[in-house]
T-cell receptor, first 114, second 113 residues
Framework: DTAVSQTPKYLVTQMGNDKSIKCEQNLGHDTMYWYKQDSKKFLKIMFSYNNKELIINETVPNRFSPKSPDKAHLNLHINSLELGDSAVYFC?????????????FGSGTRLTVV | QKEVEQDPGPLSVPEGAIVSLNCTYSNSAFQYFMWYRQYSRKGPELLMYTYSSGNKEDGRFTAQVDKSSKYISLFIRDSQPSDSATYLCAMTYGSSNTGKLIFGQGTTLQVKP
């Protein structure tokens, strides 16, 4: 039973389209995150939610809108996709923001914008 | 300058070698130090974490933190082909209420049979 699951695993889309990525965790964690990994494997935080409340928005363009319907789910909607959005997007969770050393990552969504 | 610097490699070693992976950082406020392993097309998985300075050992893996030098290391003894992956160091303030991890760029390791 996958602890942090993301869908879809792969997403190929044209510039200008709108797309969503979904994430679910069954670990009972309070905190969920979105990270972006670029082509050089550099991982950078985008958003953090604790118990459905946004606690980090790391200067991400407002074309990216996260939504957390409950503490087990965190979705990411991207409007007007650009070539530079191509990357691997990882969802993660941790027991709490303070216990941020206990992350569990999903397997990633590979987004390609053409 | 990035907050966390890590040599991206690639690093290629023969099976059985001792591997040393390193990161340097600039922010003395970091309290927790982690090593993640990421296989190709997979998400990072937590290998080890250390609070403040000192050593921690887990099987063939040893993590070292030297806060005075702002330098952390991961040693892998008796390396195996299954250790071939990208290794990412990560750090956090610990006492913050944001949960943000700051990652190094990752070092790609290949262990040849």
């Amino acid at each position: 039973d996958t602890a942090v699951s993301q869908t879809p695993k792969y997403l190929v889309t044209q510039m200008g389209n709108d797309k969503s990525i979904k994430c679910e965790q069954n670990l009972g964690h309070d905190t969920m995150y979105w990270y972006k990994q670029d082509s050089k494997k550099f991982l950078k935080i985008m958003f953090s939610y604790n118990n459905k409340e946004l606690i980090i928005n790391e200067t991400v363009p407002n074309r990216f809108s996260p939504k957390s319907p409950d503490k087990a789910h965190l979705n990411l909607h991207i409007n007007s996709l650009e070539l530079g959005d191509s990357a691997v997007y990882f969802c993660a969770s941790s027991p709490s923001p303070e216990r941020d050393y206990g992350y569990t990552f999903g397997s990633g969504t590979r987004l390609t914008v053409v | 300058q990035k907050e966390v610097e890590q040599d991206p490699g690639p690093l290629s070693v023969p099976e059985g070698a001792i591997v040393s992976l390193n990161c340097t950082y600039s922010n003395s406020a970091f309290q927790y130090f982690m090593w993640y392993r990421q296989y190709s097309r997979k998400g990072p998985e937590l290998l080890m974490y250390t609070y403040s300075s000192g050593n921690k050992e887990d099987g063939r893996f040893t993590a070292q933190v030297d806060k005075s030098s702002k330098y952390i290391s991961l040693f892998i003894r008796d390396s195996q082909p299954s250790d071939s992956a990208t290794y990412l160091c990560a750090m956090t303030y610990g006492s913050s209420n944001t949960g943000k991890l700051i990652f190094g760029q990752g070092t790609t390791l290949q262990v040849k049979p």
